[in-house]
């Protein structure tokens, strides 16, 4: 089995430039990060994907590609998809039957998503966002499904049960949940000071409830004092003693994006990478700085592990269903009944 290199980086364009290449090439680097910037049509994104993985063929390619606001591809064939909380609204719209009808428009919502990024032969999306919403995080906000754990729960599993429908994994975030600090951490180190109890119960619910389920795991740029003064994705204790250990989770857990301001409680950027793979992160992050890429490409030791390189096999997208496939239609169709996605 090939042993991916433990960084994921991104890529400057519409078309890989001689940095992207050196790059993509480097031994360390395991996976590639799209985002707005890189589209432009779907033939265009076929190609950079098609040019991604002739430099590197065994990549991981990922994109933040949610629905509502962080939906990094729209138009050429993509559908616009809904917030999630749009989702946890028709639940609470017309009880009992709405329970129903968004776990199946949830469900139609993760096929369609998965389905149109496998055709452009994107391996993953860092979805779904299981952060309750609490209501003073903006950077959460519509995003989450819900404030209750147990609707975040059952709609997330029903998204999820739509990505494997369409052949993609799927990725928790961010645990054990942001939804309740206002801060935002691309720009700040958000502090939550409940103990850690009231987090189990709470926004780290739905973790529990969805450990044998969930692929991937993506941790907070939090810091929760109560029990570790460093972030979530820095800490042993969150991803070895909580995450795996109480918790029972076994698959993939990528740290957040290195760049943000929420991961300078770690140090550098060199330092903040080997802290994460040293507190249990399989694949880290570093976006949009390619000097901060070429400092921690160049400052990691080889860190691969063989049970890393399981994990993250298991991401890979595993088949596509073309635009014209019934079960896409019906999928596109519920979301339209619903009116979740325009006529």
């Given amino acids: 089995m090939t042993s991916l290199g433990p960084v994921m980086l991104d890529v400057e364009g519409t078309t890989l430039s001689l940095d992207d290449r050196r790059r993509i090439g480097h031994e360390r680097t395991g996976g590639v990060i799209l985002f707005a910037r890189n589209f432009v049509s779907r033939t265009q994104l076929v190609d950079l994907v098609a040019a991604v993985r002739d430099v590197r063929g065994d990549v991981l390619i990922a994109v933040d590609h949610e629905g509502g606001r962080v939906q990094r591809f729209r138009g050429d064939g993509f559908v616009h998809l809904p917030t999630m909380r749009s989702l946890g609204a028709l639940r609470d719209h017309d009880p009992p039957y709405g329970a129903e009808h968004a776990a199946r428009a949830a469900t139609a919502c993760g096929l369609v998503l998965g389905a149109d990024l496998v055709a452009c032969a994107i391996d993953l999306s860092f979805t779904p966002v299981l952060d309750l919403d609490h209501g003073p995080s903006a950077v959460i906000g519509d995003r989450s499904f819900h404030r209750d754990p147990r609707v975040v729960t059952l709609l997330a599993r029903s998204l999820m049960h739509g990505l494997l429908l369409a052949g993609m994994a799927n990725c928790g975030k961010h645990f054990p949940g942001h939804g309740f600090v ?11 000071e409940r103990d850690l109890e009231t987090l189990l119960d709470d926004d780290a619910r739905p973790y529990a409830w969805l450990a ?5 795991v993506m941790p907070a740029h939090v810091i929760y004092p109560a029990v570790d003064a460093r972030p979530a994705g820095f800490s042993p204790v969150w991803l070895q003693d909580i995450l795996r250990g109480r918790l029972g989770f076994e698959g993939a857990i990528f740290s957040d994006d290195l760049s943000m301001e929420g991961a300078s409680a770690a140090g550098d950027v060199v330092l903040a990478g ?5 507190a249990g992160c399989d694949m880290v992050l570093v976006c949009n700085d390619g000097r901060r890429a070429d400092a921690l490409l160049d400052g990691l030791a080889d860190t691969r592990r063989p049970e890393s390189a399981v994990r993250l096999a298991t991401l890979r997208a595993r088949r596509r269903l073309a635009a014209d496939d019934p079960s896409y239609r019906r999928a596109l169709d519920c979301l339209r009944d619903a009116g979740l996605v325009p006529p």
């Fill in 274 to 278: 080997r802290a994460a793979l040293e």
């Fill in 182 to 192: 206002a801060a935002d951490s691309h720009v700040a180190v958000p502090v939550d």
């Fill in 212 to 216: 044998g389920t969930l692929a991937s």
